[in-house]
């Protein structure tokens, strides 16, 4: 059993060291996509993601139900019919799956407020009170600059992260490695974030200031062993890669149980861990095929193979 896996790993080997630079071009490939679906996103929407209420402004109501639920296919239909933008979601019970809750988020500013309560009340049949209801406005200009400002927080952590990879690495090729990688990772989840419909909250922007750290560690881990020992570059590479699957995967359990968990009850969790789960998903494939193949071809130049 031993001796056909080494069988196999030396066919394998023997597979990648003789097209490894052919495999560049799958990233490559899924890149462009992901900037070309960017650029179309922004010419038919004017922004780079679906921005909700929290970024745009706007008015969330949170119906308390935990003493008569909501049916909200229901609701949808009679919102659908009064206003055209809006999202309804459940908040549940994690233990029973009971309904606690109807959040429902529209674009609709303060002074509508009292049009969009007279639609729920005629739904639900009875009047939203302080004691069965909650209330959150949020106005155009302050979600606007709240938007910016994040917009902004993620550039200078994105610029901070490539000055600190440069010092560390002082060497063009593989600093450019590292940081190319974690370019396509937050674009390549920006894009699947957009294609998946995903309504970006500040909590959601958040999860990508998270993902520029997640990106990097594992490139960073990739890049010192390959740089620093004074091995066979395949050697390096497969324990390397022992390594920053480990610790990928360990990450990807811990956030996916978390997801399973607080995806019923929190929204904000739920959004963080979806967008973190993407990137991680796109991190293994930008780190042990763009970034390796890009650093074996670079020892390859320098005779250091």
Known sequence: MQEQEIIQEKKFMKFYNKNYKLLLLIPLILLIFSLSYIGYFYS????????????????????DTENQEINTEDLKEALSKEISDFTVRELSDFRSGK?????????????????????LNNFLGYELTSENSSIES???????????QLQIAILISFILMALVVFII?????PSA??????????????????????????????????LIGYSVDTDIMLTTRLLKRHEKTNTKLKDAFKTGITMTFTSIIAISV??????????VLKQ??????????????????????????????????
């Open 44 to 63: 038919k929407n004017n922004d780079f993601i679906n921005r909700d209420v929290s970024l745009t402004g706007g008015t969330t109501i949170t119906i």
């Open 99 to 119: 309904q606690k809750a109807v959040v429902i988020e529209t674009p609709l500013d303060s002074s509508d407020l009292s049009y969009l309560k007279k639609i």
């Open 138 to 148: 949020t106005g155009s200009t302050l979600g606007t600059a709240f938007y910016k």
């Open 169 to 173: 690495f002082r060497t063009i090729a």
């Open 177 to 210: 490695a590292v940081v190319l990688s974690a370019f396509a990772d937050i674009v390549m989840t920006l894009a699947m974030v957009n294609l998946l419909g995903i309504r970006v909250s500040s909590a959601g922007i958040i999860a990508f200031l998270m």
């Open 258 to 267: 978390a997801l399973i968990i607080t995806q019923s009850f929190s929204e």
């Open 272 to 305: 963080i861990f979806t967008i973190l789960l993407i990137g991680l998903g796109f991190d293994i494939f930008n780190t042990w095929i763009t970034n390796a193949s890009i650093l074996k071809w670079y020892l390859e130049k320098k005779g250091r193979d």
